[in-house]
C-alpha cells in the first residue's frame, strides 16, 4: 500500500509559476513510477507528467512540454511538478499517483495509487 500526499496548490496569475510536491509513504519509493494527472471540472482527468524510477526518465503531455517539469527525489520519497507560465486553462485539481513498475502510462487506469489533489487556479 501506498499513500500518496500533495502539497503546493493555490492561486496564481496567468504568468506565474507553482510547484506541487507530492511524498509517498513507502519504503520502496525507488521502485515505483510516479506521475501527475489533472483534471479540470467537467472534463475527463488527463495526464500531465510521468517519471520512471529506472534513471528518472520523464514523460510529457505533448501540449505542456516546456512548461511543466517533474523531477523526483528517491531520498525523500516525493515527486514534484514544477509549473511555468500558467494558463487560465491549467486551472485544475492535481493528483499525484504511483504505480509499480519502471514504464511511464498516460493512462490513469494503470496507476494504482491516488493522492486526494490539490486545487491550482489560474486568474487571468
Sequence with gaps: QVQLDESGGGSVQ??????LSCVASTRTFNTITMAWFRQAPGKEREFVAGIG?????A???????G????SRDNAKNTV?????????????????AARGGSLVY?????????GQGTQVTVSS
Design 80 to 96: 514534484y511538478l514544477q509549473m511555468h507560465s500558467l494558463k487560465p486553462e491549467d486551472t485544475a485539481v492535481y493528483y499525484c
Design 53 to 57: 524510477w529506472s534513471f528518472g526518465s
Design 106 to 114: 498516460s493512462n490513469s487506469l494503470r496507476y494504482d495509487y491516488w
Design 67 to 70: 512548461r511543466f517539469t517533474i
Design 14 to 19: 496567468a504568468g506565474g509559476s507553482l510547484s
Design 59 to 65: 514523460s510529457y503531455s505533448d501540449s505542456l512540454k
